[in-house]
Nanobody
Framework: QVQLVESGGGLVQAGGSLRLSCAVS????????MGWYRQQAPDKQRELVA????????VYGASVKGRCTVSGESVKMTIDLQMSSLQPEDTAVYYC???????????WGQGTQVTVSS
């Protein structure tokens, strides 16, 4: 069973920065992607923030491009998300996600709240 443990999050003022971290573990697990999604409200879909591939390539969502940097260590299966110039619309629950193959739904962390005050 795959486990994802998230840390970071909290309250930050508009224009500020925040770093989220996620550690993935699981017996015999090998990921193809690790990344972050966010959900701004319970009735909204989760949207991509950023993910990285095992090969080290990074893909960013349109709403955060230029304001976020994703980094990680493939062997340790950790991924960090550094966010800057945060705005109130970045307020959301941020979820760590990983999958072993491109065709599967993957596994999710429990989510961590990020609140940006104006």
């Amino acid at each position: 069973q795959v486990q994802l443990v998230e840390s970071g999050g909290g309250l930050v003022q508009a224009g500020g920065s925040l770093r989220l971290s996620c550690a993935v573990s699981g017996r015999g697990f090998s990921f193809v992607t690790m990344g972050w999604y966010r959900q701004q409200a319970p009735d909204k879909q989760r949207e991509l923030v950023a993910y990285m591939t095992r090969g080290g390539s990074a893909v960013y969502g349109a709403s955060v491009k230029g304001r976020c940097t994703v980094s990680g260590e493939s062997v340790k299966m950790t991924i960090d998300l550094q966010m800057s110039s945060l705005q109130p619309e970045d307020t959301a629950v941020y979820y760590c996600h990983t999958r072993a193959t491109l065709g599967e739904a993957g596994s999710w962390g429990q989510g961590t709240q990020v609140t940006v005050s104006s």
